[in-house]
């Protein structure tokens, strides 16, 4: 065969190959995107950088302004910490009736005394009568005698029976409550009677204990702790609610504010310290949870972002109280802090398109 | 048998015609009826199964749910592989099926299997359901609904039962899924506070509602006469009734549900948030049945809105009917392409008149091309295959070799016949054509089979490509083989009667009259210098092979479909409210780009949808003005600019179809994916944590990500049995308590009209917001203490799980890597040896090494080995047309010299080789091979026929007769391609227009190669025998 045409048909086979190979293969030449699986997204530099060994996140003024970052001062917050308990308005229906079986044995016993003044009188106008001039029979001076016994063991019966009602009132209701029905404490009582003030039975959970020299707690009727009056230390109580098994205490309450009636639950929220501790409010909207823990972001320059951890917040209504790590004045992020978060982790976000 | 025919046509040629005029008729009418669309369907056989599981967390949805949906259905008939994921409150299982299944055979069997199913589920889970069978591209129209007047909820309710009703009843609609909006129902929400207050827990709330709306049937009375129906009136149908029921009674004293809850009309807790133009909306996704032509049931939905147009206006109700209209892009393609075939088919009449010069041969030509093209049309109607894109496609590039079957015969015949007429004793005219026909025949047959036999491969490729170019494969092998049985029986039958007697000049036309003595001078140059010529040839082979490497590839060019659809994901357990939050603002910056007509946005995900993304993520509908090509572009630069800038979120936009095709792809898309299959999840997030480790190690991946990382915020309260014992309670009660106070518990339903809404138990809504609210939950002890939850359950933080993964029902954890390089194979075998060696795997867990590029080579050695096959077959073919090896292998010196102009096509036009590219590349080896079949074989014929010597002046002479057919054919195909190839990225145009450049270049390259350098070559190095 002509030279020639040998090496015609080895080029042709050299150049068929070839062709077929490149014509088959992706991976030459610059393919587009999508055929290797980039995606869009995944050319944009990362925002992460590092400020003085801390994580930050840098956007620009405008990136901020596009992304709707918004971020508010914190203000200062002092608070104390709280207990939770449950509370119920005290019937004082059993404290009148001591009052009143008071007042009827203190009655009985005002006759008695009396009478007994009286009886002495005359048993000593007897006596001088009988030992003077003997006109008087020895009869009469006893029968007066025995009068004058038998008002004294009155007297004794009615005191112990005194004693026995303060016994069984203290027995109830704690020698407080029971001194001002019995010491007539009237002022607190009769506030007490006229419904101005009520008694509040606060029971504590089975683990709580109250803390030493509490003077008053926050009772509140529908659980809005703002809303939340003070209520004044009386004394323990002496029986426990059967169901909470924890501790219980009275405390007096101004009723007219919550209309408290007797029978009614309240919230009870019982300060911890004595002292308030001071802190920052940051509102509901700029923590997040991540790791199992809450977090705020930061603006810590025009264009920094930095995460905090919040150590043992305590949750109110609208946001949380931050005691340490958070500064009055922080800049803290309220609306786009979960995207901060987005940013940050942006590694994880899982990619949809990736199927098993 | 062939001769028969031709002989039968002849014969019988009035049958013949009037049978070709029927077909005409006939067809026109089917294709005219014949709906079109973009693409064929293109997912793979597969059925979804979704499972709501209201109030699971992803691991439960997993064990309690999914686990039995996967046992059901294993072991079916034609099952491929089942996967699943398994997010919070729902489980989605899918069953991939054969290629060859049947669909609705698959979704029986998957019916049959979930039937009993429910008994095995948690209670409170609704049954399995399949997901509606929907078309490929499933989206048929984006709408959505605003008002300044009406609240959310009565927009939801309006789409609910006005809008939706409607549209599920135009016919070709499987589904509409309903974006945002408040669902109403009636809900008892608790405030716990008063719970306290009268000794209450969340359970009586419950119990006490549900026994108040429980509907009872009450059957009837029957006397010897009648039989009554009893109806029981008066339970509570309202909230003021509700409100009444009795809940507890003490010392006389009742508490009503109205004492302890407020009971109102409110919104359900959502699955999803929706806004138009950052309006809060309810946005409607209306999806096409499988098999629903987009257009005709995106016109027929339309017709259906246009009814509430009025009404809508009345009630102060905006309805953007076209938030995304795909048939927009249908519409504008379908105008395009007929303007271009239009321009085409007048460039084909245009070129036929010039180059026969008689207006009978040219109509008989001309006649073919519609003739071959409705037949191949009609037979794939019949086979169920759809008019598509795809489908044009197959018949527009067939076009070539379509005209070429006629041109040959008619020019052939028209020769003969003028030759015919000039012997002294002519022969009959019978005789004569078919002599002429029969002269070319063999080889056209010859040709016809290679030309088919190339597009073999492309019915055999796998996966998405297979599904989307088999049927442009089909339609180009159907459209020539139609011509070959028209340029069979039609074409001679036509040549007869109308040529018979007509008046044939005995000079050639015109235009081949003054272009022939050029051609000879030519010819005779390239001739006279063969080896210039040849080294000429191989030096534009290198230059063209040189370039090849350097090309860059894609799967489908860039559709300009005038819509882009974005995706953005943030961290698992983003909010709705972020989500929407964040939406807007994008939405703010896409709507100042200019062009962008329309934006809406939905975040999470539609109840029965068939996205099931979580509350982090969104979707976006971006709609633009009417743009050209380079504008879209623009538009989808910035898109993505705008998209880049902004923090905490991935994102992809695509145009809708490509976002369909992504979707649909199964499987990786990441090149290097190590999924660990095991039991213990934790195990997992450890193997796979490591092997990323060792993957950060390796300094050709990048970007190296877990699947399903955990990190979603999770409360987790885990109760504590020795405290339930104290105060005497079974977990149930406290899990139900937890339930209805945060999930809530539908008791029952109220109907009001036609209506029907659910009843449900729920906390008020400022107590569900924070972990404290979960803490101190009331819960009731059977002797009536109020406890909180905290009392009786440890209450922690924790990172959960967004999702869970199963693959063949094991679970699966995914750690996936790209290539820096494209050494591939080296990195995969760094990772194996050092993955199996470096981490212990403990008992019953295993890893996989796959990835998309794994993937994607075995296809690609399927694709090489079938190739290959068909290539022998070609070899064997064209060995027994021209029965001479050496003519064989000088005539394959031709394909590398033609394939070079199309090569120099795609870097002129700065296009990418895509799978239509590799199309257009297929299609002009087989219009080379062809030509040069009929080159050679017309040698011979010269040689052992007309008993010729094989030198220059035969060489010459059979050249010159084959010119005008090679010059009309070459020029007929680049000239009816050239509008589609012009401004290619436009719609309609983007599949076909890089082919029909690839087509156009390769046409240029190949005609001079059939005319000069293959002439020259053969007259070097050929060799022809005198039988």
């Known amino acids: 065969m002509n030279i020639i045409f040998k090496i015609i048909l080895l080029f042709l086979i050299v150049s068929m190959g070839i062709m077929t190979y490149s014509l088959f293969n992706d991976e030459a030449g610059e393919s587009d995107e999508s055929e290797l699986g980039i995606d869009d997204d995944d050319d944009i530099p990362s925002r992460m950088v590092n400020v003085d060994g801390q994580h930050a996140i840098r956007l620009d003024i405008d990136l901020q302004e596009q992304s709707g970052i918004k971020t508010r001062k914190l203000e200062a917050m002092e608070i104390r910490e709280e207990l939770d308990a449950f509370g119920q308005v005290f019937n004082i229906n059993g404290l009148v009736e001591l009052r009143s079986n008071l007042n009827k044995i203190n009655g009985q016993k005002n006759i008695v005394l009396s009478e007994l003044a009286a009886t002495n009188k005359k048993l000593k106008r007897l006596q001088v009568l009988h030992k003077e001039a003997a006109n008087i029979s020895t009869r009469q001076l006893q029968e007066v005698e025995a009068e004058s016994i038998t008002h004294q063991a009155r007297l004794k019966t009615l005191n112990s029976e005194l004693t026995d009602v303060r016994t069984e009132a203290e027995q109830a209701w704690g020698s407080v409550l029971t001194a001002w029905v019995i010491d007539n404490d009237t002022d607190t009582f009769e506030q007490l009677l006229s419904g101005k003030n009520v008694i509040v039975t606060v029971s504590l959970r089975a683990k709580d204990t109250l803390p030493e020299q509490t003077e008053y707690v926050y009772i509140g009727r529908n659980g809005n702790r703002i809303l939340a009056q003070k209520a004044v230390y009386i004394s323990p109580a002496i029986e426990s609610d059967s169901m909470l098994q924890g501790e219980t205490y009275y405390f007096l309450a101004d009723a007219s504010m919550d209309k408290y009636r007797a029978g009614m639950h309240v919230h009870v929220w019982v300060p911890q310290t004595s002292e308030s501790i001071s802190g920052v409010f940051v509102p509901e909207s700029a923590v997040v949870w991540s790791s199992g823990k809450p977090w705020v972001y930061t603006r810590n320059s025009k264009e920094l972002f930095i995460k905090h951890v919040i150590n043992s917040p305590v949750e109110l209504d609208e946001g949380i109280f931050v005691a340490e790590g958070l500064q009055v004045g922080d800049k803290v992020v309220t609306s786009g802090a979960q995207m901060l978060l987005a940013e940050e982790y942006r590694w994880s976000i899982p990619d949809e398109d990736d199927n098993p | ?1027």
């Open chain 2, 1 to 1027: 048998m062939l001769a028969s025919f031709v002989r039968f046509s002849i014969r019988f040629r009035g049958v013949i015609i009037i049978l070709a005029l029927l077909l005409l008729a006939y067809g026109s009418y089917q294709v005219s009826n014949a709906g079109l669309d973009i693409f064929p369907e293109f997912s793979p056989k597969s059925v979804i199964i979704q499972t709501e599981s209201p109030g699971l967390s992803s691991e439960q949805v997993e064990i309690l749910v999914t686990q039995q949906v996967e046992n059901a259905i294993g072991g079916l008939i034609n099952l491929d592989y089942v996967r699943s994921e398994s997010i919070q409150g729902l489980s989605i299982v899918t069953v991939i099926f054969s290629e060859d299944s049947d669909v609705y055979q698959n979704r029986q069997l998957i019916s049959e299997r979930l039937v009993g199913i429910s008994d095995n589920l948690p209670p409170g889970i609704s049954q399995p359901v399949i997901a509606p069978l929907a078309s490929s591209s499933a989206t048929i129209l984006t709408i959505g609904i605003t008002s300044e007047q009406r609240s959310l909820m009565e927009l939801r309710e309006i789409a609910d039962w006005t809008i939706v009703p409607r549209l599920l009843s135009v016919p070709g609609i499987a589904d509409v899924n309903v974006f945002g909006g408040d669902v109403r129902q009636l809900q008892i929400q608790i405030d716990t506070d008063k719970l306290h207050q009268f000794g209450l827990g969340v359970n009586d709330v419950a119990l006490a509602a549900s026994q108040a709306t429980g509907i009872r049937g009450t059957g009837f009375i029957e006397n010897s006469n009648q039989r009554i129906t009893l109806s029981l009136s008066g339970y509570p149908v309202d909230e003021t009734s509700l409100a009444k029921v009795i809940l507890k009674r003490e010392r006389g004293v009742n508490i009503y549900l109205g004492d302890v809850a407020e009971i109102k009309m409110a919104a359900e807790p959502p699955f999803s948030a929706a806004t138009i133009m950052t309006e809060p909306a309810v946005v409607m996704m209306v999806i096409g049945q499988y098999g629903a032509n987009t257009l005709t049931v995106s016109r027929d939905a339309e017709i259906a809105l246009k009814e509430f147009e009025e009404v809508f206006q009345r009630q102060g109700i905006i309805l953007t009917p076209d938030l995304f209209r795909p048939a927009n892009y249908i519409e504008r393609s379908l105008e395009n392409i007929t303007e271009h075939l239009m321009i085409g088919g007048l460039f084909v009449i245009v070129i036929l008149c010039l180059f026969l010069f008689n207006l009978r041969t040219a109509f008989i030509s001309a006649i073919a091309i519609p003739l071959s093209l409705l037949s191949a049309v009609m037979v794939l109607l019949q086979l169920g295959i759809n008019l598509n894109v795809m489908v044009l496609g197959g018949l527009a590039i067939a076009l070539g070799e379509v005209v070429d079957d006629a041109i040959i015969d008619t020019e052939n015949i028209f020769r003969r016949l003028r030759q015919n007429r000039l012997l002294t004793k002519p022969r009959t005219v019978t005789e004569v054509v078919f002599d002429a026909s029969m002269e070319v025949r063999g080889s056209v047959v010859y040709a016809t089979f290679i030309v088919a036999l190339v597009f073999v491969p492309l019915l055999t490729l796998g996966g998405l490509a297979g599904r989307l170019f088999a049927p442009l494969g089909l339609s180009y092998i159907l459209a020539i083989m139609m011509s070959l049985v028209v340029a069979l029986t039609v074409t001679p039958a036509l040549c007869y009667m109308l040529l018979e007697k007509a008046k044939l000049s005995d000079r050639d036309p015109p235009l081949i009259r003054f272009i022939k003595p050029a051609y000879d001078y030519l010819l005779v140059l390239s001739s006279q210098a063969p080896i210039l010529t040849i080294s000429t040839t191989l030096m534009f082979c290198v230059l063209g092979l040189s370039i090849v490497p350097t090309l860059g590839g894609q799967f489908l060019p860039q559709l300009r479909e005038g819509h882009y659809i974005v995706h953005t994901s943030a961290l698992p357990g983003t909010s709705l409210q972020e989500s929407i939050r964040m939406g807007n603002g994008l939405t703010r910056n896409f709507l100042e780009i200019p062009g962008v007509r329309s934006v809406s946005q939905w975040a999470g995900r539609a109840e029965r949808g068939a996205d099931t993304f979580g509350s982090h993520y969104s979707e976006f509908e971006v709609d633009l003005e009417s743009l050209s090509g380079k504008e879209q572009q623009r538009v989808l630069d910035q898109l993505r600019e705008t998209m880049s800038e902004t923090p905490g979120i991935l994102f992809e936009v695509h145009n809708f179809l490509s976002e369909r095709i992504d979707e649909t792809i199964s499987g990786y898309q990441s090149p290097v994916v190590v999924n660990v299959y095991g039991k213990d999840l934790k195990q997992l997030d450890s193997l796979v944590q490591s092997i990323a480790e060792i993957m950060r190690s390796i300094p050709m991946a990048s970007d190296i990500q877990l699947r399903s990382p955990p990190g979603t915020p999770l409360l987790q309260v885990r109760l504590k049995m020795d405290r339930l014992a104290q105060w005497g309670l079974q977990p149930d009660e406290v899990m139900r308590s937890v339930q209805v106070a945060f999930e809530g518990e539908t008791v029952g339903r109220i109907n009001k009209g036609n209506r029907v809404f659910d009843v449900t138990v729920i906390s008020r809504e400022e107590k569900r917001r924070k972990p404290e609210d979960v803490r101190k939950l009331p819960v009731r002890t059977p002797e009536g203490s109020i406890i909180a939850l905290e009392d009786i359950a440890d209450i922690r933080q924790t990172a959960g799980r967004y999702n869970i993964l199963h693959h063949g029902a094991q679970r699966v954890q995914s750690v996936t890597a790209h290539v820096e390089d494209s050494d591939l194979e080296s990195l995969m075998n760094e990772l194996k040896q050092r993955v199996i060696t470096e981490i212990d795997f403990p008992t019953g867990t295993y890893p996989e090494f796959t990835g998309a590029l794994l993937e994607r080579t075995q296809a690609r050695e399927q694709l090489i080995l079938y190739s290959l096959l068909s290539g022998i077959g070609v070899l064997l073919l064209i060995y027994i047309a021209i029965g001479s090896f050496r003519n064989m292998l000088l005539m394959l010196l031709n394909i590398p010299f033609a394939l070079v102009g199309g090569v120099f096509a795609v870097v002129l036009t700065g296009d990418l080789i895509s799978v239509g590219s590799m199309v257009g590349f297929v299609t002009l080896f087989g219009i080379t091979v062809r030509n040069s079949i009929m080159l050679v074989s017309h040698y011979q014929y010269l040689v052992e026929v007309e008993k010729l010597v094989w030198d220059i002046n035969t060489a010459i002479k059979g050249a010159n007769e084959r010119l005008p057919s090679i010059l009309m054919t070459a020029l007929v195909t680049a000239l009816a391609m050239l509008p589609i190839a012009f401004d290619s990225d436009n719609a309609g145009r983007e599949i076909m227009g890089p082919m029909a450049s690839i087509i156009i270049g390769g046409m240029a390259s190949s005609t001079i190669l059939n005319l000069l350098i293959m002439p020259t070559v053969m007259l070097k190095f050929g060799k022809f025998k005198t039988v």
